[in-house]
């Protein structure tokens, strides 16, 4: 398969390509901002981007609030980016290579934003899929709440909590939860998003918790422990292992973000279907990480891993 | 509703005295592994599936998965079908749990690397964890050595391996070494290693002493899911998500000091993809795996010291050496044939030599000048009897006394008929006589078929058949007065002993090409015969023959996985057994259920070899590899080879019943459309929901979207890569039922890229011609008609939607209209009247088409009459209901955006045309995705299942989506689902995804 034949494939794949984006991802949250416009308002000033790299989603961040903007809408905007992985710079992003649970990088947020808290918090991030679903499932969910532990300690009241969710089977223990700390919480799924993932995003809007819970980040306690005394009940301690008992369930308000024009990222294209051409081809914006297998994938092309012992 | 039986992803398995005990979803499941039978099986959770298990010696089992712990009694596990009483709940996710060594506590750790010490009845008496250190856990284990000493190894997402000690709360060691996250990580019972795993592939050895790494293993090529040590720590074993599961050797160099881990085993043990479980039996050397296929396997470790006591193998210098032979500078084996006594061979100067296994002695039987430098061997082992022919068409037959020590007949033949022979085949034709076939080059030559006495080898008849064009003989097999024998050229003659003048019936092009490998008799139904039919290439056919009429009928195909096929048999179990080479191994595979029964590495095909089935159920393998003569002893196993079959090792996307009739009276006949780019052929029982697996198709090359029994007899799948093939089912035999691809859908590409996602078709009456809608994720709209006659698709109607891709689609007849309606992904149902498109007419009543005798052609897609928006996103599945009094029909249907609806459609008499309109829909009927729908008990009922893994039954009867029932299943990646009605009122539900239920209205 050839680069052009998944450009036919996957037009957002092609249209990052064109327009210099690091990932696919950035239509999603192009998308999700088509029917949020949560980047367009002319207040949003401190923006966090979690679990950031390769950087599509701050991209996309640092077009929204600075590009063709005036001095004076620009001014005290800020995004700060995070990510356990190097990323390259970007214009008006500030990279961290830091861990999101720890309290140091906290810190150094709140020191970036001068000890104002952020209007916006966004995370893509997605844990390595292993095929258990439940397990998978589990890690994206720990994923989320890890990130919402940071956004806990340093998002404004009425602030917007975006990220990226598998719509598995315990997604509605999630959106519950995320109910004791927003006013709304949307499940999103923007058109760039294809119909046979299970990937969708939470919208949560009206940052809200609850007015008697004190939240503070320590790297000896668990996530568990950190929402406890939010209302989430299950995040208590017993001293005896509980019985069990069917968690707190709700389910978000569904809705497709992009307009019915966009791309529909199952579709596939012809190439009269657009005025421009297809046949020119387009490198590919990020060259291709280096995955933890890359030596075993040398072996196997020397022929060293064989049936035979 | 209940679940009658359930398929699906065994994340665990255990040794447990002379049980095997397996977690399967949110089951236990326990086997007497001696017999493969299942002796019970006990739900211990409600929802979550048990990911790992613990048994100590006082018969107490500790079972986990996801935040869910039970404790129970193994006495109660395997007599009461539930304990979800007992289930307790953690904060976290639980990944690993252990006794300790008195078996009075528990210690549970999490995956925020957090040890629970819990008493038997879930008392947490303390809780231990690493200070500073709070990196999730994808894998973990506990190794006690002592009350006070216990160690946890916990591999972190970030590449290292912490190992600390419990009760101290102190790091011994981050081990840092590998990429990525590290899989799983353990510690030897000797506590002088400890071994991980990770992303990158490769295992790991350290010194626990020291911390130090000691060596890295590579040989798999995925994910390595888990790890053991056995033998007094000397060996690991590895499974791993490239479905196979691999024993590696620790060797100590004596020299130098360097620990080193070498690949010594590998078995191919489940399918695409991951095994997850894995546990030794170190008494009888024999392993149990457990994956994402369902499957549970067994099999027997090979030691080296076994494995070599199994096999023997000599040049002519051994054979020399240990003989008083003496053998020719230049001479080589040229033939052998396996007897029970052990084997005769000859050389290319004509030595024919005895090997007797019991003593290990090589004897010169004689020496025959007729059959230097070329020779043909052959045999019948039952019979003591062997044969050899040479290219002057000249045939030696010897018989030996039972021991092989005497010669007792012997027959030497010379045809004067043949110019020259250049092929022998030997096989046994009744219950007295051989029949041994001579072949000459010269196509004018007759095909000559000789007729030997099994006792006394004296000539009884002889038939001289003329010879098709383009024969070769290469194969032979014998049925009633026929004699079969197949060709170059995937073909096959019949050539009947009596009537020798009639021409031979030829079978020609049977699959691709190459060479017939096999041919074996089946059953006769009436005057039909069915015979198995191998090709080298890889592809196996059934063919039903009426010798009587002149005709036959290929009524099942299929290729194997890999490699080249050289026979199979059916086993008497009834699963078909297959042999060949692939790469440089012999294999013998189950292909019934798909696994690799044996393999042995030969070299590859392009030699000598023999493949004897032994009496007690083993094989010998015999070859030639480097002019060395090997014979392999393949013994039967002790054990069965699965305790569990499994279906497939990826989603099921979709499944399809064969309603018309019962299978075997208790069941039905189904299909399951797989990610794995197979389609399965099964049947389950109603009673109990047991699945029995027939074939494993793989004529597609992509991942399936459909599969859909149109009639009693043919049935439709569709894929990516425009894939769309018509099969046709035959369930007249007992054994199995068959099915093969009558044709193939016409591409509309050279190098097709499209996803065909759906199709419907409506018959013309009295016939089984059809016309099919087919769909694409190019927005593409085609309607084909198939004539069975000329077995080819016309197309009649083609177009495009729009630009997105349509997911699924609908053909109504309606008020005297033909309708084809589409649904997309974004949300829209579309409806076309193709009546005017089409060159047949209409016959409401019966919801048939009907033959004008037109021309057919093609025309275009009209413009949609109806176009509705039903859901904010991807349609996922519609089903289609018309009611009684033909006043309106249904849409059902449900999306990605988590809702379900039904649409109605009318026929507006006034202005004479079809409106529809939304009569009910329920935005949140699931927390995500509903993914199929199906319409049941006549239009009253609903089923929906959703990736939320909840199956809904609603009620439907008054146009409006009321839940009846909801029930929670295992299956995760809910896809799939189809219904049938069963006896007493009851509709039969069959649910797939990462797995497979059948399911039972009260």
Same mark, same amino acid.
């Given at each position: ?309 | ?229 056995? $033998? ?127 003593? /290990? ?137 009596? $009537? ?58 299929? $290729? ?363 935005? /949140? ?78």
């Amino acid at each position: 398969m050839g680069k052009n034949s998944k450009d036919k494939r996957d037009m957002y794949y092609r249209k990052a390509k064109e327009q210099g984006f690091r990932a696919r991802s950035a239509f999603k949250l192009l998308q999700l901002n088509d029917d949020f416009h949560f980047l367009d308002d002319p207040n949003l000033k401190r923006v966090v981007d979690l679990c950031a790299a390769p950087g599509s989603w701050s991209q996309v961040l640092s077009q929204k609030l600075f590009d063709g903007k005036t001095a004076e809408e620009i001014k005290d905007r800020k995004i700060v980016a995070v990510d356990l992985q190097p990323m390259s710079p970007i214009n008006h992003v500030t990279t961290l290579q830091a861990d999101i649970t720890h309290p140091k990088t906290l810190k150094r947020i709140l020191d970036l934003f001068g000890n104002e808290k952020a209007d916006f918090v966004c995370s893509d991030g997605a844990p390595d899929v292993t095929g258990l679903h439940d397990l998978d499932e589990y890690v994206q969910q720990q994923l989320i709440m890890s990130a919402l532990q940071l956004t806990a300690c340093i998002l404004k009241k009425g602030g917007i909590f975006v990220a990226k969710i598998f719509r598995g089977r315990d997604i509605d223990m999630l959106y519950s939860q995320l109910g004791y700390l927003f006013d709304k919480v949307v499940c999103a799924k923007p058109k760039s998003s294809r119909g046979t993932s299970l990937e969708a995003f939470i919208v949560c809007i009206g940052y809200n918790p609850p007015s008697d819970w004190v939240s503070t980040l320590d790297v000896n306690s668990s996530v568990e422990e950190f929402f406890s005394g939010c209302h989430m009940s299950k995040l208590s301690i017993h001293d005896k292992l509980p019985s069990w008992q069917e968690d707190e369930r709700t389910i978000a308000k569904f809705m497709s973000c992009g307009n019915l024009e966009s791309f529909d990222s199952d579709a596939t294209y012809h190439l009269d279907d657009f005025k421009e051409d297809l046949n020119t081809s387009l490198d590919p914006v990020q060259s291709p990480t280096n995955p933890p297998y890359k030596k075993a994938l040398e072996l196997k092309r020397s022929g060293k891993l064989t049936r035979a012992v | 509703m209940k679940e009658l039986a359930h398929y699906g992803p065994s994340l665990c398995v255990k040794f447990f005295k002379d049980f095997v005990v397996a977690g399967y979803g949110p089951f236990v499941q326990i086997y007497d592994y001696h017999n493969g039978k299942l002796l019970n099986k006990c739900r211990v959770f409600r929802k979550n599936k048990v990911h790992g298990l613990s048994i100590n010696e006082s018969g107490q089992l500790l079972a986990y998965g996801a935040r869910s712990v039970t404790i129970v009694k193994f006495d109660h596990l395997i007599t009461q079908v539930s304990l979800v009483d007992n289930e307790k709940m953690t904060t976290e996710w639980i990944t690993s749990g252990e006794f300790n060594y008195r078996g009075d506590q528990v210690y549970l750790l999490t995956c925020y690397n957090k040890v629970f010490v819990c008493d038997l009845t879930g008392e947490i008496l303390s809780r231990k964890t690493l200070q500073g250190e709070r990196s999730i856990l994808y894998s973990g284990s506990i190794k006690e050595f002592s009350p006070e000493k216990v160690y946890i190894s916990a591999g972190t997402v970030m590449g290292g391996v912490l190992i600390w000690d419990l009760f101290l709360e102190t790091k011994l060691y981050n081990l840092v070494g590998h990429e990525g996250s590290i899989f799983y990580a353990t510690i030897s019972d000797n506590g002088r290693y400890i071994t991980s795993c990770s992303d990158d592939r490769s295992i790991k050895l350290w010194n626990l002493q020291t911390g130090e790494e000691l060596c890295t293993g590579w040989g798999h090529t995925a994910r390595i899911w888990n790890l053991k040590f056995f $033998n007094n720590d000397t060996q690991l074993i590895s499974v791993s998500e490239d479905n196979t599961c691999r024993v590696w050797d620790i060797l100590q160099d004596e020299g130098n000091g360097n620990t080193s881990l070498t690949l010594s085993q590998i078995y191919e043990v489940h399918l695409i993809k991951n095994v997850w479980g894995v546990d030794i039996q170190e008494k009888d050397m024999v392993a149990v795996t457990s994956g994402n296929d369902g499957r549970l396997k067994l099999t027997k470790i090979q030691d080296t010291k076994t494995m070599n006591a199994q096999e023997v193998s000599f040049s002519l210098e051994d054979i020399s050496t240990h003989s008083v032979i003496k053998f020719s500078k230049g001479e080589i084996i040229k033939g052998f044939q396996k007897f029970e006594f052990g084997l005769i061979a000859i050389t290319s100067l004509g030595k024919i030599i005895q090997y007797f296994e019991c003593d /290990n002695l090589w004897k010169l039987l004689l020496v025959s000048e007729n059959l230097v430098s070329y020779s043909v061997t052959h045999g019948i082992m039952e019979h003591n009897i062997v044969t050899f022919s040479n290219n002057k068409s000249d045939a030696l037959l010897l018989k030996l006394s039972q021991d092989g020590r005497d010669i007792i007949a012997k027959k030497f033949m010379h045809l004067d008929e043949l110019s020259k022979t250049n092929n022998c085949l030997v096989t046994k034709f009744d219950a007295t006589t051989l029949m041994l076939t001579l072949e000459s080059p010269n196509p004018r030559d007759k095909f000559i078929c000789l007729q030997f006495d099994l006792e006394t080898l004296s000539l009884k008849k002889k038939f001289a058949f003329a010879k098709p064009e383009n024969f070769a003989s290469s194969c032979l097999e014998v049925f009633e007065n026929y004699i079969l024998v197949g060709s170059r050229f995937s073909s096959i003659a019949i050539f009947d002993t009596l $009537n020798i003048e009639h021409p031979a019936y030829m079978i020609r092009r049977i699959s691709a090409g190459d060479t017939t490998t096999n041919i074996k008799f089946v059953e006769t139904k009436g005057h039909t015969h069915l015979f198995s039919v191998t090709n080298r290439d890889g592809f196996y056919n059934f063919v039903a023959l009426s010798y009587q009429n002149q005709t036959h009928q290929i009524i099942h195909s299929n $290729n194997i996985v890999k490699g080249f096929l050289e026979g199979a048999y059916f086993n008497d179990n009834g699963e078909y057994i297959t042999y060949g080479f692939k790469s440089n191994l012999f294999y013998i595979y189950n292909e019934t259920n798909c696994y690799e029964i044996a393999s042995q590495v030969c070299g590859g095909g392009h030699r000598q070899w023999k493949l004897t089935t032994l009496p007690d159920g083993g094989y010998m393998l015999v070859y030639i590899k480097a002019a060395r003569l090997y014979m392999r002893k393949i013994p039967q196993s002790l054990f069965p080879q699965t305790l569990e079959e499994g279906m497939h090792g990826r989603e099921i996307r979709d499944i399809t019943i064969l309603k018309d009739k019962r299978y075997h009276d208790d069941g039905f006949i189904f299909c399951t459309a797989s990610e794995d780019t197979t389609i399965k052929v099964c049947h389950f029982n109603e009673s109990t929901g047991k699945v029995t697996n027939h074939w494993t198709e793989r004529k597609h090359v992509s991942g399936l979207q459909r599969c859909k029994f149109i009639n009693g007899k043919y049935m439709i799948s569709s894929s990516a890569r425009e894939e769309l093939f018509l099969w046709e089912i035959n369930d007249d035999y007992k054994l199995h039922p068959f099915i093969t691809i009558r044709q193939t859908l016409p591409a509309s590409s050279d190098n097709p890229d499209l996803r065909i996602m759906d199709f419907d078709a409506i018959f013309l009456e009295h016939s089984d011609n059809f016309i099919i809608s087919t769909v694409y994720s190019d927005s593409s709209v085609k309607l084909w008609y198939y004539n069975t006659d000329e077995n080819k698709f016309h197309l009649l109607v083609k177009g495009r939607y729009q630009t997105c891709c349509i997911l699924n689609t609908a053909l109504i007849i309606f008020h005297d209209k033909l309708y084809l309606l589409i649904a997309t992904t974004t949300g829209y149902l579309v409806t076309y009247d193709v009546t005017d498109h089409i060159p047949f007419g209409i016959n409401e009543t019966k919801n048939k088409l009907i033959d004008n005798k037109l021309e057919t052609c093609c025309v275009d897609l009209p413009a949609s009459s109806l176009s509705l928006r039903v859901h904010q996103s991807g349609i996922k599945a519609i089903d289609v209901f018309k009611d009684e009094h033909n006043d309106s029909f249904k849409i059902y249907s449900c999306g990605d955006d988590n809702a379900m609806a039904i649409t109605l459609f009318k026929f507006d008499e006034m202005k004479r045309e079809l409106n529809n309109t939304i009569v009910s829909s329920e935005p /949140n009927s699931a927390a995500s995705t509903v993914t199929s729908c199906n319409v049941f008990d006549n239009g009253r009922k609903l089923l929906s299942t959703s990736v939320d893994q909840v199956v809904k039954v609603w009620d439907v009867s008054n146009n409006h989506l009321t839940l009846q029932e909801e029930k929670y299943t295992t299956i995760a990646d809910t896809g799939a689902s189809d219904t049938v009605s069963g006896r007493d009122d009851s509709t039969l539900f069959l649910i797939g995804g990462i797995g497979f239920s059948v399911w039972k209205t009260d």
